[in-house]
C-alpha cells in the first residue's frame, strides 16, 4: 500500500488553497447547550443548521513553532511562503452578519459556489445565496455563543493535512 508523503500532503494543500474556502456557522442544535455538543462525524457533509459563511480572507501555509504569531488551542504555527503541509485560514464576519443569531458549530467548506445574480464583492453568503455548497473540509462544535452587532468575530484554522 502506497502512503502520502510530506511533499504529497504539501501538495494538497496547496491545491486547496488556490480553490475558494468558506466559514459557514451554524446555529446547531438548542440541546448541545445542556448536554454537550455531540462528537464531531468525519462523515458530515453539512452543519445542522447553517446560517451563513464567509470566504477566507488569508489562506497560507504554516509550520509548527512555538514562537509562532499564529495561536491556536492545539499549538502554535507560523506563516511561510512555501507549500507545507499545514493550511493556514483566516475568515473575518462583518459587525452585521447575522447580528442576531446564535453560534454552535463551524464548518470549513472547500469549493462554493454562489448563486448568480449577487452584487459584486458581497463577502457573507446566506444560505439562500448558495448555489453549491461545496465539500466539508472540517467541522468543529463550538462554546455557544450569541452573536451582537458590536462585535467582528474572527476565526484562525490550521488544518494538517
Known amino acids: 500500500m502506497a502512503v502520502l ?29 445542556s448536554g454537550g455538543a455531540p462528537a464531531e462525524d468525519t462523515a458530515r457533509t453539512a452543519l445542522y443548521a447553517e446560517v451563513g459563511r464567509v470566504e477566507a480572507l488569508i489562506k497560507g501555509f504554516a509550520v509548527p513553532d512555538p514562537d509562532g504569531e499564529i495561536i491556536l488551542p492545539s499549538g502554535r504555527f507560523r506563516q511561510v511562503p512555501e507549500p507545507t503541509p ?3 485560514l483566516r475568515f473575518s464576519f462583518d459587525f ?31 444560505p439562500s445565496d448558495v448555489a453549491d455548497g ?8 463550538i ?6 452587532i458590536s ?7 490550521v488544518l494538517s493535512i
Open 151 to 157: 462585535t467582528r468575530q474572527v476565526f484562525e484554522f
Open 134 to 141: 461545496g465539500l466539508l473540509l472540517a467541522v468543529e462544535h
Open 5 to 33: 508523503t510530506q511533499s504529497g500532503r504539501a501538495a494538497l494543500a496547496a491545491s486547496l488553497k488556490e480553490q475558494p474556502i468558506h466559514l459557514a456557522w451554524g446555529s446547531g442544535q438548542s440541546s448541545w447547550d
Open 96 to 126: 452585521t452578519d447575522s447580528p442576531d443569531a446564535t453560534i454552535r458549530e463551524l464548518g470549513v467548506f472547500v469549493g462554493t459556489q454562489a448563486v448568480e445574480g449577487l452584487p459584486a464583492g458581497q463577502r457573507y453568503l446566506l
Open 143 to 148: 462554546q455557544t455563543f450569541n452573536r451582537s
Open 86 to 88: 499545514y493550511l493556514y
